[in-house]
């Protein structure tokens, strides 16, 4: 990562979208002004994966680190860079998540390789077995299959069948509970007979500490 660079710098296109052979006169200098050769130019579009954007990305082969120019992402992203002596976390102001983080290394902070963006095709491995499936399921909210694979094949992932999901959040959240047997009888005056419903324990506690709640309805009002 870098804050005085002028442009985002990969080695290698494999990662990036809308790639173009770079048809300018220019080449890269480095801080030692050792110059060199770009070859194609190229974005970064968001994933399930990775939720940022890299734009006008230069690929020079003969670079030896990865660059992230610090300016440029932050007005793509909407974002904060926050630097502590040893780590750092990239948050969007939008929705507060963390788009990326790293370590502090021999002076250099550097973005761990899981947050790198992955080639396509092991993106399209990581997401097609039914256990990530099921992942994505949850991650989206309890999706529809359809959804899922609706925004799966539009990164390229395809299903040899229908995928079948396995939810139990979802199963109980569609039943039913059967209705009470119809009865003739009502009550001739207040409480004469009170329905009541018990619900509990609660995985939150109210602010007295409350885990149960309890429902009363006077059957003759």
Request: proline content about 8%; overall charge positive; some cysteine.
């Amino acid at each position: 990562m870098d804050s005085g660079a002028s442009h985002h710098v990969t080695d290698h296109p494999v990662a990036l979208s809308n790639v173009s052979p770079y048809v300018g006169a220019q080449q890269l200098t480095v801080g030692d002004r050792v110059s060199f050769l770009i070859t194609h130019t190229g974005t970064i579009e968001p994933t399930p994966s990775s939720l940022y954007h890299l734009s006008n990305v230069l690929v020079v082969p003969s670079i030896a680190k990865k660059l992230l120019y610090v300016s440029q992402f932050t007005k793509d992203n909407n974002c904060v860079f926050l630097f502590y002596p040893n780590y750092f976390f990239v948050i969007s102001l939008h929705t507060g998540q963390t788009l990326l983080h790293g370590k502090l290394d021999r002076g250099l902070y550097r973005i761990s390789p899981s947050e790198l963006v992955s080639p396509p095709s092991v993106l399209t491995a990581s997401c097609t077995s039914p256990n990530k499936f099921n992942l994505w399921h949850h991650r989206l909210g309890h999706a529809t299959p359809k959804a899922i694979i609706r925004l799966l094949h539009s990164t390229n992932n395809v299903f040899s069948k229908d995928p079948k999901i396995s939810c139990t959040t979802c199963a109980l959240s569609k039943s039913h509970r059967h209705h009470h047997p119809p009865t003739q009888s009502r009550a001739t005056c207040p409480l004469q007979l009170v329905h009541f419903d018990i619900w509990g324990p609660s995985p939150v506690t109210s602010f007295n500490n409350y885990r149960y709640y309890v429902c009363f309805i006077d059957d003759f009002s």
